[in-house]
């Protein structure tokens, strides 16, 4: 860590501060009683000038500060873009660790940490940037290890249906709007997911083969596969963009050698961060559990489970501050 946090404090900026996962990150840092020295809210553009809370306090989103951001701590990043990849530029111009929920560019060497599952995978020394997994991962991954605790897994395949909200408020605001398109017989606005999504279903890869898309499904099966230590013929994840507004959810068939037995399985969904009960995402009302439903087998040894989860706040957020405060505390340990 600089010079500029104490014993027991941190320089943070978060850059993003405006979006739904910047206003989670927010939440949690206040909520965990994070030891801040200081904390500055940074962005470009239309963000620059807004007013945000933080713990009850307003605070202004100022334009990127180079020199600050050398000297920060830790940097989390609440969107990705030009303004991310120019954050983390200069921040690796001091001693800082970025906190990367968004995979704001290439994943390279970076560690992929998901506190529930392989925080023992966060290198002694300080790293430059902690990648923190896309939330399908981070839910799937933490179900899927306490599911099995004691048995390896051999395989894994999911169906997984994404919300708008993903997209962030845009996402949100195209979805709705859509929607009253289609129930008015009037326009119905394009210009984010330029396809219909309102009453529809989009794969990912073919909004990534031609709408240009980032490629979701590779992301998910390349950051599966690393957090569970599996080997990318045990992953097979497909992903949906469905009409929902907000939550995650999956349907998953996952192979244990040996099997758990079901009544082990009931016992484990008690285990938090998990809850059991048949849930939607219309029902999820921002849960930071993940709520598991016991479908049994298939008569082929393979477990099946329903899985929801909130798209931000348990599998984004949450794991990003955790993420930093284990960051700290490794900093603290080799004073």
């Known amino acids: 860590m600089t010079a500029t946090a104490s014993a027991q404090r941190a320089e943070v900026v978060l850059v993003g501060a405006t979006t739904l996962l910047g206003e989670e990150i927010r939440r949690q840092l206040a909520a965990r009683n994070f030891p801040l020295l200081q904390i500055t809210m940074m962005g470009e553009g239309d963000e620059v000038g807004q007013i945000v809370d933080y713990a009850g306090e307003a605070r202004l989103v100022t334009e990127l500060d180079p020199d600050r951001l050398s000297r920060a701590d830790l940097l989390f990043l609440g969107a990705r873009g030009d303004t991310a990849r120019r954050a983390l530029d200069a921040l690796r111009r001091g ?142 994840l497909r992903a949906v963009l469905v009409p929902v507004f907000h939550g995650t959810s999956m349907m998953v068939s996952a192979l244990y050698d040996p099997r758990p037995p079901l009544a082990q399985c009931r016992e484990r969904l008690a285990r938090r961060p998990l809850a059991c009960g048949p849930m939607t995402p219309a029902e999820l009302e921002e849960s930071e559990a993940i709520h598991v439903t016991l479908l049994g087998d298939d008569g082929s040894g393979r477990l099946g489970l329903w899985v929801v989860a909130d798209n931000l706040r348990g599998p984004g957020a949450l794991n990003s501050v955790r993420i930093a405060e284990a960051v700290l505390d490794a900093a603290r340990s080799r004073r």
Not at 172 to 177: A, C, G, P, Q, Y
Not at 195 to 202: I, K, L, P, S, Y
């Open 95 to 236: 001693q800082g660790v970025a906190i990367d929920p968004v995979e704001a560019e290439a994943p390279g060497q970076d560690p992929l940490i998901n506190m529930e599952v392989n925080a023992a995978a966060l290198p002694p020394r300080r790293p430059l940037r902690v990648r923190s997994p896309h939330p399908v991962v981070q839910a799937l991954s933490t179900v899927l290890a306490v599911m099995g605790a004691g048995a390896r897994l051999q395989s894994v395949t999911a169906t997984v249906l994404t919300p708008a909200s993903d997209a962030g408020e845009p996402g949100i605001d195209e979805l709705f709007r859509q929607t009253a398109g289609a129930l008015n017989f009037t326009d119905k606005p394009m210009a984010l997911f330029q396809r219909q999504v309102a009453f529809n279903a989009v794969p990912h890869a073919l909004l990534h083969a031609q709408q240009g898309w980032p490629d979701l499904d590779a992301r998910l099966h390349a950051e599966t596969s690393m957090v569970l230590g599996l080997a990318p013929e045990q992953v097979e």
